[in-house]
């Protein structure tokens, strides 16, 4: 094992010669860069070398032609001629491109090297045989041309270092071991010069050959630096082309956001408003959406809103700019001659019609549009936004037309609205609000129950401004909640006037709801006057229950955890479906009077009263019918059944002193007809 060890520790230096020498001639053979360079090099010089070869052949033989025998003289010129020929002719007809692979190219590597080395030799041979033929001249120039041969090898294949050093070596080692045997000293002396300038001129070679390598090298780095950047000049377009995308689009709906559909609206009304033509703005929402998310989750009311998003994309092609404004509206925009303005509004009222298919039902969505023209008046984006906008809250407030235009009507409403919410906003004028108290009647024994409270409003300048006018304004503004508190204190203040069986019904808005602060200062105003909760009801509609249902079942179990009662207001002319109402903690149902005018048997709110009755006796709950006008309503309310009313018949909504006044007196003793017409004591 030793011996082994030791041969083997003894061999270890050759083999690593034999590695270096093998690298060496190898010319980084393993690098693909490289080796297409050395092709491209050698295709281009070879035929200078054929010709070069060609050239030594022909003067050889020229000179030779007359002291050897011609068969010798003139085979390998020939030969050389028809060679250089072909292999020139290959050359210039092969493809200008190297072999794409690194087998194939090492494959013309070692075809090259053989040419390489029997080339110079076959030269070498040839001419040495002629060599003892000619005179000294004769003789000195065929020396002189194996080293020309040998010295344009190594400059024509300088970038194939073991090509050229094959070539030069095997012509060299010829020549050099001829003139050792031919015993001359004077020839001894040129083949040692010609063997020292060979190996001199091949050192230059070397250090041009490393410069290539270098250069290839380097152009190789380049051309990877080079392809990295442009891989990542396309991926900041990608990564550009994504951040736009994200920055001008919905993510839900995939059409234009808010920001870019203001962006582009502004744009294109600005072309418009240049070029003279009509310009129209359609915004509109879809009605009982947040219904849908809150009885089938937030995946149905994803997919109604992808569905709706997909249909208005493909009103595009109508020249129609589409994008998503809000969590539930839409808006849609462009220039609209009446022609085309009558085709888009046709193809919008197709899509919506349509039913929605979703994975939890079908639901054909309805909504509120409102539309505002420039007709090169307004030239500024967001005036034609507002006023679009303002146009939708009126269409959600009148529920007989789902789209309004913006008119001069509008637009003096909405100047209107402008002072009323400045006014909103100062607190000095906001001392004009008041209360008034509607008595709601048991008619039973004809007697008060309690008494709803109704905001009021006389502005100084603006005179008397009704309920339904600054009430969304002050939802809006924000101002609602500071209101509430205000005109609760004073209905408080009043309520300690008066009887202590005497109720109080207050309403709450949908923001009162949803503001966790304002139920907490709500009941602290209420623990603080020291009225009893029970004789308190808060009023709610179902359409302020339905904007946010978890956080209003949260306010309302506050509220009845502190002894309050709950009303819920204008039953039946909501979204809200029994499963709502049967996870509300209700005390009582107010009918909305809409279903009490002109109540009379067989008539559509006959059956309609009929059925709410019943539903709040079966669920232990007191109902009160509200906008009871007529003796006729209030006898049909008698024969169903009806406990507790609220109406004109009874009292208008009355002021303070008022009010003092109706509960000394009490309320004036009625005979009332039944249905049959015959008088009836109430």
Known sequence: MSTIIGMNRVSSPFSGL???????????????????????????????????????????????????PLWLVLIYPICTTVWSYCRIRRLWSAPK??????????????????????????????????????????????????LVGNLSALFSLTHLRSIAVTNAVSSTGIYTLFFSWYGDPAYQLMALFGVAVTFFVALIEMNTYRDFISLIKTGTRFKEQSHNLEQKHRETKKLNALNYQLATTDHLTGVANKRFFRQELDRQLRAATASGERFGLCI????????????????????????????????????????????????????????????????????????????????????????????????????????????????RENRKETSVSYDACLDARR????????ALLDEETRDGLYLAFQPIIDIRSNSILGVECLARWHHPQLGHIEPVDFIPLAERSGVINQISLDLFEKALSQAKTWPESLRLSFNLSASNLSSRGFIVEFLRILQQSGIAPQRLSCEVTE????????????????????????????????????????????????????????????????????????????????????????????????????????????????NAPELAQLLATGLPDRVATSIDGLPRAS
Request: charged share 25%; aromatic share 10%.
């Open 18 to 68: 034999k590695s270096a020498l093998s690298t060496w001639l190898l010319d980084d053979s393993q690098d693909i860069e490289v080796a297409k360079a050395q092709y491209e090099s050698t295709r281009r010089q070879a035929p200078f070398l054929y010709i070069i070869r060609f050239i030594c052949a022909w003067t050889i033989a020229f000179t030779q032609i007359n002291y050897a």
């Open 97 to 146: 491109s190297p072999p794409r692979t690194l087998e194939a190219l090492i494959v013309w590597r070692k075809r090259t090297q053989i040419i390489a080395a029997l080339a110079p030799s076959i030269f070498t041979v040839w001419a040495l045989v002629l060599f003892p033929y000619g005179t000294a001249f004769s003789q000195v120039q065929i020396f002189l041309a194996i």
């Open 284 to 395: 509109f929402d879809i009605g009982g959406l947040k219904s849908i998310t809150e009885i089938y989750g937030l995946d149905a009311g994803d997919q109604v809103l992808k569905e709706v998003a997909r249909r208005l994309a493909g009103m595009e092609g109508e020249g129609v700019f589409v994008g998503r404004v809000g969590g539930d509206e839409f808006g849609l925009f462009g220039t609209c001659d009446p022609e085309k303005y009558q085709r888009v509004e046709a193809a919008f009222e197709r899509l919506i019609e349509q039913p929605v298919e979703t994975k939890q039902g079908r639901f054909r969505p309805n909504y509120s549009a409102g539309i505002a023209h420039s007709n090169g008046a307004v030239t500024c984006a967001t005036e034609l936004f507002e006023r679009a906008d303002f146009a939708l809250s009126t269409a």
């Open 415 to 422: 100047s209107r609205d402008t002072e009323i919410l400045s």
């Open 543 to 654: 359409t302020s229950v339905m904007w946010d249902f978890k956080e209003t079942r949260r306010a309302l179990d506050t509220l009845k955890e502190a002894g309050v009662r709950i009303s819920l207001d204008d039953f039946g002319t909501g979204y809200s479906s029994l499963s709502h109402v049967h996870r509300l903690p209700l005390d009582c149902i107010k009918i909305d009077r809409s279903f009490v005018s002109d109540l009379c048997p067989g008539s559509t709110g006959y059956g309609i009263v009929k059925s709410l009755l019943a539903l709040s006796r079966d669920m232990a709950i007191s109902c009160v019918v509200e906008g009871v006008e007529t003796e006729e309503e209030l006898s049909v309310l008698k024969d169903l059944g009806a406990s507790f009313v609220q109406g004109y018949l009874f009292s208008k909504p009355l």
